[in-house]
């Protein structure tokens, strides 16, 4: 069965760079998540999409900026890389039926592990 | 918003034995409670989760009971093996697709 795709799965930046992330959710999923996993640390939200519209905003930097494309697959943008930014970054995504809907169970990418120098 | 607690962060227990690791939530409308197993450096897998309907759920070693009362949630696993070390995550969410958020994370180290 098809699974969550992340690109790129490693990534190597200087601090003051910029990055992208990209997410390939299960097709006909409605919903995309992005979490933060620091080293040690729970996954934290950061922002998702619920059918192309931003839906919920977590703790997300003004730095980083995400968006969903018209083909469900999402990226995450971050700009003026610091060195707190390095984690690992997972998206998700799901199939529920809105807001009021039963919640859909989530299924992870395998991340992308993000490395500021 | 939603803050959930959990407890222990580090569980050590001898193979064979069970392990309860227990969470607790802040938001009362929050209506879905996952349980998530992470291994080093991998994505977090659902095991187990549990709807604000029901009191309990179990699948095989695995068990999850819900008190909405107290606001509290547990994970049960009996007859533990060394691979179910890893850290594990607990989770609620207000349903829909409302984001889920995550307790610290116990991690567990079954001893053979």
């Known amino acids: 069965a098809a699974g969550v795709i992340q690109s790129p799965r490693h990534l190597i930046k200087e601090k003051r760079e910029t990055a992208t992330l990209k997410c390939y959710p299960i097709p006909r999923h409605d919903t995309v998540y992005w979490y933060q996993q620091g080293p040690g640390q729970d996954p934290q939200f950061l922002i998702s999409f619920y059918e192309k519209m931003q839906s919920d905003k977590g703790s997300i930097p003004d730095r980083f900026s995400a968006q969903q494309f018209s083909d469900y697959h999402s990226e995450l943008n971050m700009s003026s890389l610091e060195l707190g930014d390095s984690a690992l970054y997972f998206c998700a995504s799901s199939l529920v039926l809105g807001r009021e809907g039963p919640t859909g169970e989530l299924f992870f990418g395998e991340g992308s592990r993000l490395t500021v120098l | 918003g939603e803050n959930v607690e959990q407890h222990p962060s580090t569980l050590s227990v001898q193979e064979g034995d069970s392990a309860v690791i227990k969470c607790t939530y802040s938001d009362s409308a929050s209506n879905y409670f996952p349980w998530y197993k992470q291994e080093l450096g991998k994505r977090p897998q659902l095991i187990i989760d549990?709807?604000?309907?029901?009191g309990e759920k179990k699948d095989q070693r695995i068990a999850v009971t819900l008190n909405k009362t107290a606001k509290h949630f547990s994970l049960h696993i009996t007859e533990t093996q060394p691979e179910d070390s890893a850290v594990y995550f607990c989770a609620a969410s207000r349903g829909g697709n409302t984001p889920l958020v995550f307790g610290k994370g116990t991690r567990l180290s079954v001893i053979a």
């Open positions: 549990i709807r604000s309907n029901v």
